[in-house]
């Protein structure tokens, strides 16, 4: 188990161009599950790739358990990683997959059969160990992926959107058997996803990015709950927060702290605001309500969800008194989008 | 819809017919020709046709000069496509990878391919020449072989076996080389990056796991340098004419040798029908492999 840190981690592909990654500095804790997330594009990958040593940095540290990584292969840096595709060998048995790492160590035989049992059964696999990569199925080949990365007990797993290759139904399975997995093993894990679902659910901690530059890391709650920019507070969320200027600052309030007057349980002083509907998005659980605020302060586009408990019928076009708690206002800058202080509403 | 259907009922064969008449004119009326003559008594200028049966096979598999050829042909064959593997493999490595220049390098690379093959040869047959060789200009002035007695590339029969071999590689080492090529491109990026990540070492990852998933790829290159090798014998013709004393002789020029040189059709014939064996194994190979290619 190790801490992974680093230090103005910056990676230009080509001069000239703006960076992949820039200024990184970021410290896992001992044991954590880290979540790297953020759009195609964020830099999210070409960070992990860094950390694994498959890319070079342009300039910046990497610290791997308290050793300065940078010059070091990645072999000598004792990670493990599973592929966005998961890099099976197709040539070999999954039992071959499993014990490559261990013979590229030279492990003795005996010894890796045991590994291999270990980590198959770990992953309940032991079944498969005879067959080949394309004779497996998604779930699978991403649990031999796993076996193949835990068999030689690194001090760190690097996931690449292990999950992305997997039907959405698999997918919420494989994300259960995966936090499970990674509670058994303690060890640090740095997880990159652009799913926000899986972020929130999986990440002890969720680092976002957007165009190579960290824009917050904390608790899934706190980049939910205290985004620190308009970002953040757009990229987490679906339906994303409702941001609407006001004077010289931008409020935001999230979807489901929109609701219709006298609804929302939660006590405290209220804004009242007055809703023009356009469309309704029925989903079961919950009501989506498309419209627009139609208030000489605020003015703009919103959503707002609504729990299906609440049964008034709201024709299109109609409009109607609601309210957020104020205590679930956020204030942004209006120009740079950073979070600030609660102004005064004009 | 009928219309069509009946319209496409003739036109496939109408469309398949020019390459069948190109197969069976030139190919399959030649190789029945060939049995033909492999078993009467023709001669070049002969008039009549008298059945011998297998007596010419006899007399090609006792006569020695066949058998050396024979040999010759496997030692040939083996050995240039052993080059040719090696140095495809290398040579697709290297071209693999965006580098300046790149496309230039790639384009140097095809033309001992591209250029006929005759005037390759003869550019050969120059600088291995007794006389006037290049290599042995450069050798002598580096002091590497005595100024008086420099090697004779085509003259001794060890070296002669050497240069053929080494110039028909140069000659079909671009074809393997693009096959060779198109399988190492087509390796995703992730396989060597995961047995990075695993801890193999250059030469493991290189030898365990991507010359392995390339081995149907080598697959075909082979069974195609090996067609090409077994039945040419454009760069011995021009630069050894089987010589010095049959010492670099194969089969196809042997036969050509006897069959048209020296006008015994129907022992050349007979001759060149010992190709058939190899080729009929090498065919049965390069169906087996698009076949699964085929079903996956």
């Known amino acids: ?346 | 819809m009928t219309d069509t259907r009946r319209g496409q009922a003739w036109l496939g064969p109408v469309m398949l017919l020019p390459a069948i008449v190109y197969v069976l004119a030139l190919v399959g009326a030649p190789f029945l020709l060939a049995f033909f003559y492999a078993v009467g008594d023709v001669k070049v200028g002969s008039t009549g046709y008298h059945f011998v049966g297998l007596k010419n096979f006899a007399s090609v598999l006792e006569n020695p000069a066949f058998r050396r050829a024979l040999l010759n042909s496997v030692l040939f064959t083996v050995g240039s496509q052993i080059l040719v593997l090696i140095f495809g493999n290398i040579l697709a490595l290297v071209l693999k990878d965006a580098f300046r220049g790149r496309r230039l390098i790639r384009f140097l690379v095809i033309l001992p391919w591209v250029a006929p093959v005759s005037i390759g040869s003869i550019g050969w047959k120059w600088i291995l020449d007794s006389l006037y060789s290049v290599i042995n200009w450069v050798l002598i002035r580096l002091r590497l072989v005595p100024a008086l007695s420099p090697p004779m590339w085509l003259g001794e029969p060890t070296l002669a076996m050497v240069s053929v071999i080494l110039v028909h590689t140069w000659h079909v080492l671009p074809f393997s080389t693009v096959i060779l090529l198109a399988g190492w491109t087509a390796i995703p990026r992730d396989i060597p990056e995961a047995c990075a990540v695993d801890g193999a070492g250059y030469f493991r990852t290189l030898f365990q796991v991507t010359l392995p998933m390339l081995l149907p790829i080598i697959n075909v290159a082979l069974l195609f340098g090996i067609v090409f090798t077994f039945t040419d014998m454009t760069v011995i013709y021009i630069l050894t004419r089987g010589g010095p004393y049959d010492t670099t002789q194969v089969v196809p020029s042997l036969a050509f040798f006897t069959g048209i040189l020296g006008s015994d059709l129907a022992e050349g014939a007979a001759i060149s029908i010992f190709l058939l064996p190899v080729l009929v194994l090498v065919a049965w190979r390069m169906l087996r492999t698009a076949h699964r290619a085929e079903s996956g």
Do not use: C
């Not at chain 1, 339906?239 to 979807?255: E, H, K, Y």
């Not at chain 1, 079961?284 to 969800?305: C, H, N």
């Open chain 1, 1 to 346: 188990m190790a801490i992974v840190r680093t230090r103005a981690l910056t990676k230009v592909f080509r001069q000239g161009q703006a960076g992949a990654v820039v200024d990184v500095d970021l410290e896992s804790r001992e044991g954590e599950f880290l979540v790297l997330l953020g759009p195609s594009g964020s830099g999210k990958t070409t960070l992990l790739r860094m950390i694994a040593g498959l890319e070079e940095p342009t300039s910046g540290e990497i610290w791997i358990g308290g050793v300065l990584v940078n010059d070091m292969t990645p072999r000598e840096r004792r990670i493990a990683m599973v592929f966005q595709s998961y890099a099976l060998y197709p040539h070999l048995t999954v039992l071959g997959n499993i014990v490559f790492p261990l013979k590229a160590q030279k492990v003795p035989r005996a010894q890796r059969e045991e590994k291999a049992q270990w980590a198959a059964d770990l992953l309940g696999i032991g079944h498969l160990l005879r067959r080949r990569p394309r004779e497996l199925s998604g779930g699978e080949r991403q649990r031999v992926a796993l076996a193949r990365a835990i068999v030689r007990e690194p001090t760190v797993f690097l996931l690449d959107e292990p999950l992305s290759n997997l039907d959405a139904k698999l997918r919420a399975s494989a994300r259960a058997e995966l936090e499970l997995f990674q509670r058994r093993v303690g060890t640090t894990m740095i997880y990159v996803t652009h799913d926000q679902v899986e972020a929130m659910a999986m990440g002890d901690r969720v680092v976002v990015m957007n165009s190579g530059r960290v824009r917050q890391v904390g608790t899934p709650a706190e980049v939910y709950d205290e985004p620190a920019d308009t970002f953040v507070a757009t990229f987490l969320g679906s339906p994303p927060m409702n941001l609407v200027a006001n004077g010289r600052a931008t409020v935001g309030f999230r979807p489901e702290h929109l609701l219709p007057a006298g609804f929302a349980a939660e006590a405290g002083p209220r804004l009242p605001l007055s809703f023009r509907l356009d469309h309704e998005e029925y989903l079961g659980s919950e009501r989506i309500l498309y419209g627009r605020l139609e208030d000489g302060r605020f003015d703009g586009k919103v959503v707002s969800r609504v729990p299906a408990s609440y049964r008034d019928s709201l024709p299109a076009g109609s409009t109607h008194p609601f309210e957020v708690v104020e205590r679930n206002l956020k204030f942004f800058d209006g120009e740079t989008g950073v979070r600030r202080d609660p102004v005064a509403l004009v």
